[in-house]
């Protein structure tokens, strides 16, 4: 019975441990993050897409999630994906480049805050893509939810 019991334990956390690590990225344009696991609670805030979130545990359909700044929500599994990955700045004055060099062509700049999918890596390099089509590379170190 001790063993069962130990097992149980062992297994419950491998499992939390896994869905502690878990990230989503917001599928919509306007994402509703919610103060419960229900469409009839309070509004904290709309997302936008590729918005990352890091999943802290699911409820049914829910995931309860934490974003970059530490604020926690909930969101409904059928508008968070765990597919495409996305990753937000989190510094100001951000270089998006044309390969991973810092020798390499400035496309344009981005600002704290902003999402973009991640579509290719190469070392501590991501190449990103925002929701308006732009992409680039930017350094990993400056990213939030890249892993």
Known sequence: MKKLLLLFIFIHTLVLTAIADNYVAVTGDRVNLRAQPSTNAEVLWTLGKYFPLKVLKQQSNWYQVEDFEGDKGWIHNSVANKENRGVIVIRNNVNVRSSN??????????????????????????QVEHPDGHQGWIRGDLLWGAK
């Open 101 to 126: 060099s810092t020798n390499s062509d400035i496309l344009f700049r981005t600002s704290y805050g902003v999402a973009f999918r991640i579509i290719g890596q190469r070392s501590n390099w991501y």
